[in-house]
Nanobody, 127 residues
Framework: QLQLVESGGGLVQPEGSLRLSCAAS????????IGWFRQAPGKEREGVSC????????NYADSGKGRFTISRDNAKNTVYLQMNSLKPEDTAVYYC????????????????????WGQGTPVTVSS
């Protein structure tokens, strides 16, 4: 049984930082591509960042480029999303997801390409 659990969300002021975690169980995380996605109320789910299984290449949406960093700790079987210089428009529920469909290549930020999803962790950026 494959399972992903997100944590680390919360309320933060503009220009603040959060570190989200995606802990995997039931599979070896580094053999899967992992993506971070977010969904704000009334909006489509959008890709934020991803890290490829096999070679660890990363990809970022323009919205977070230069502010967000994705990383993987194989010993802890966990993927992280470090978010700095947060803006109110970053407010959303953040999800991690896994797929084996883009190994050893640049990962993609299309939600439909991912098969296994966590339950999400909410992030609110407000003063």
């Amino acid at each position: 049984q494959l399972q992903l659990v997100e944590s680390g969300g919360g309320l933060v002021q503009p220009e603040g930082s959060l570190r989200l975690s995606c802990a995997a169980s039931g599979f070896t995380l580094d053999s899967y591509t992992i993506g971070w996605f977010r969904q704000a109320p009334g909006k489509e789910r959008e890709g934020v960042s991803c890290i490829s299984g096999g070679d660890g290449r990363t990809n970022y949406a323009d919205s977070g480029k230069g502010r967000f960093t994705i990383s993987r700790d194989n010993a802890k079987n966990t993927v992280y999303l470090q978010m700095n210089s947060l803006k109110p428009e970053d407010t959303a529920v953040y999800y991690c997801a896994a797929t084996r469909g883009v190994l050893f290549r640049l990962c993609v930020l299309w939600p439909h390409e991912y098969d296994n999803w966590g339950q999400g962790t909410p992030v609110t950026v407000s003063s």
